[in-house]
């Protein structure tokens, strides 16, 4: 995240690494990396504080079909959320 709010173009990329994402990645019977994007959405006017979209996808996803008992084929799975997030790790004093 601060990445992406030191970033010209507000925008940064990774990967999620560390027993988390293997745990994630062994849940879901999937192989592939799970990457990170993240981007502004706005900079507020106090410096160093944005509202951020945070990405997480992942190919090769196999979530549960709870409807037919069974495993659905494996696909891209993405999860994102948004975030107010300044340089000192909390939210912006306003919002504007």
């Given at each position: 995240?601060?990445?992406?709010?030191?970033?010209p173009?507000?925008?940064?990329?990774?990967?999620?690494?560390?027993?988390?994402?293997?745990?994630?990645s062994k849940?879901?019977?999937?192989t592939?990396p799970?990457?990170?994007d993240v981007?502004t959405?706005?900079?507020?006017a106090?410096?160093?504080?944005?509202r951020?979209?945070?990405?997480?996808w992942?190919?090769?996803?196999?979530?549960?079909?709870y409807?037919?008992?069974?495993?659905?084929?494996?696909?891209?799975q993405?999860?994102?959320?948004?975030?107010?997030?300044?340089r000192?790790?909390?939210?912006p004093r306003s919002?504007?």
């Amino acid at each position: 995240m601060l990445s992406a709010l030191d970033a010209p173009d507000g925008k940064a990329h990774g990967i999620l690494v560390g027993e988390v994402a293997d745990a994630i990645s062994k849940r879901f019977n999937a192989t592939t990396p799970i990457y990170i994007d993240v981007s502004t959405e706005k900079r507020y006017a106090q410096p160093g504080c944005s509202r951020l979209n945070v990405r997480f996808w992942q190919d090769g996803v196999q979530l549960p079909n709870y409807g037919a008992g069974g495993v659905q084929a494996p696909r891209r799975q993405t999860i994102d959320f948004g975030i107010n997030y300044c340089r000192d790790g909390q939210p912006p004093r306003s919002l504007s």
